[in-house]
């Protein structure tokens, strides 16, 4: 048999007040004087009881469920983004919010299913979130709703967006090199697109070349060549050993990811080149074996946690929800693959 809502008469008849004393000592209200006595019966009672607020009731009273929607297509499938999700999660609990997540798994129809499954629960607010950064169309029943990109772009749509600063970690992982003292022969290994089919991938890379660009012309010093790929440990070393074989030695390698970094350790391995005592490296992403690696690899760390934190932090502040490009800074890691160039 299921056992009956405590409901807020019960607390207030076993602490001995009126059902609207109850009420303010619960709800937190200091605007009417009630005895520290009578505060403490009420706080005492609800908890013996199980009391439980009626977030319905609230809900009609306040026109607020407390709850956002975090759609997603495949965020929580990849073990290394879940800093996003806890980013997110621990902003809204500070907040007294509830976040439901929904994942998609990249089909359009569930998407529009998963939204309006939100809306229909009455949640206050959605946060549309991609695992990689691009370009997206929203769906139709998100306009004209309280809504923040996480993790991706929406041109014409009027909503924040939080993505990572790319083209500043660009500029940082040329100024490692720099500061190193390499001015010649830096390869980038991944080039601007990711997975030519998709465009996963191509954003970052855009920006992130953009960026080193920049910051190298900046410091009298250029690329000697880009090598296009795919962004796998099976990339970078197909393309790092192909270099090698053509005659070509490079003095440091910017690398797409760190995975591609893995494989270039490999190929620069096999080669007998010392890292970073012949070759320096720097890369993007700072996964988990990043620091393992030997040496440990340097890299710029996307800033999975600050991501989600920001963007539910956006969507609770009314007075911050315009079509503003937040970027968020990605940290250096700076570990051993970087040295001077070699005599």
């Known amino acids: 048999m299921a056992r009956r809502r405590v409901t807020m008469a019960d607390v207030a008849r076993s602490a001995g007040v009126s059902q609207t004393t109850a009420s303010f000592v619960l709800s937190g209200r200091t605007d009417k004087r009630i005895s520290t006595a009578a505060s403490e019966r009420v706080r005492e009672a609800a908890r013996m009881l199980g009391y439980r607020p009626n977030v319905t009731a609230r809900s009609l009273r306040t026109k607020s469920t407390q709850t956002i929607g975090l759609v997603s297509d495949t965020i929580t499938t990849t073990p290394y983004a879940g800093d996003l999700i806890r980013g997110a999660l621990e902003a809204a609990r500070a907040r007294e919010h509830l976040l439901v997540i929904t994942e998609t798994g990249g ?40 809504v923040v990109l996480l993790n991706c772009l929406a041109p014409g749509f009027d909503a924040p967006s939080v993505i990572p600063d790319e083209i500043e970690a660009g500029r940082a992982a040329a100024r490692l090199l720099l500061t190193a003292g390499h001015t010649g022969g830096i390869w980038a290994i991944g080039g601007h697109q990711a997975v030519p089919a998709t465009p996963d991938g191509i954003f970052a890379g855009n920006e992130r070349m953009r960026g080193l660009q920049e910051a190298l012309r900046a410091g009298r010093a250029g690329l000697e060549g880009v090598i296009e790929c795919e962004w796998g440990a099976e990339d970078g070393y197909r393309e790092v050993r192909g270099l090698l074989e053509d005659g070509h030695t490079p003095r440091a390698l910017v690398c797409a990811t760190d995975r591609v970094s893995f494989g270039a350790y490999q190929a620069l391995a096999e080669a007998g080149l010392s890292v970073p005592d012949e070759v320096s490296v720097v890369s993007f992403d700072d996964q988990d074996f990043a620091a393992w690696l030997h040496p440990a690899l340097s890299t710029l760390a996307l800033p999975h946690y600050e991501l989600g934190r920001l963007a539910v932090e956006l969507i609770l502040d009314q007075e911050r929800l315009d079509a503003t490009v937040h970027r968020v800074p990605m940290p250096p890691r700076v570990r051993g693959s970087i040295g001077p160039p070699p005599d």
Do not use: F, H, K
């Open 107 to 146: 089909d359009r129809a569930a998407e529009s299913g998963l939204v309006n499954g939100l809306l229909d629960r009455q949640a206050d607010a959605v946060i549309y979130a991609t695992m990689y950064t691009r370009y997206v169309t929203l769906p139709q029943e998100l306009y004209g709703r309280r």
